[in-house]
Nanobody, 126 residues
Framework: VQLQASGGGAVQAGDSLRLSCSSS????????AAWFRRAPGKEREFVGG????????EYADSVKGRFTVTKDNADNKVYLQMDALKPEDTAIYYC????????????????????WGQGTLVTVSS
């Protein structure tokens, strides 16, 4: 399954960006979707996720209150709204989806996701 992530760029600390993820092969209303990121020299980490029920979301502590994951079923896209960006948010951001609405445990488990996008780079300067 191909996922296309876009919206990355270079911004200043305090700015906002919105990343989007689309797919021609998955209907986002029928899957769990999440965003992960990999910063230079670090392991990949969970950022935020949204269940099939769009009312349920989870976030990493480092982004709570600043980042928001949403689904747009009409456009079949998943978004990551990033506000109050910090230099430590600099990373390649990946979207990922499950095969269906089922997932094990919590949304931050990478093993739940069977399809991953190619990543989009976000660079935040101070």
């Amino acid at each position: 399954v191909q996922l296309q992530a876009s919206g990355g760029g270079a911004v200043q600390a305090g700015d906002s960006l919105r990343l989007s993820c689309s797919s021609s092969e998955r209907t986002f209303s029928r899957v769990v979707a999440a965003w992960f990121r990999r910063a230079p020299g670090k392991e990949r980490e969970f950022v935020g996720g949204i269940a099939c029920n769009r009312d349920f979301t989870e976030y990493a502590d480092s982004v709570k209150g600043r980042f928001t994951v949403t689904k747009d079923n009409a456009d079949n896209k998943v978004y990551l709204q990033m506000d109050a960006l910090k230099p430590e948010d600099t990373a390649i951001y990946y979207c990922a989806v499950t095969r269906d609405c089922w997932y094990s445990g919590t949304l931050d488990r990478a093993s739940n996701y069977d399809s991953w996008g190619q990543g989009t780079l976000v660079t935040v300067s101070s």
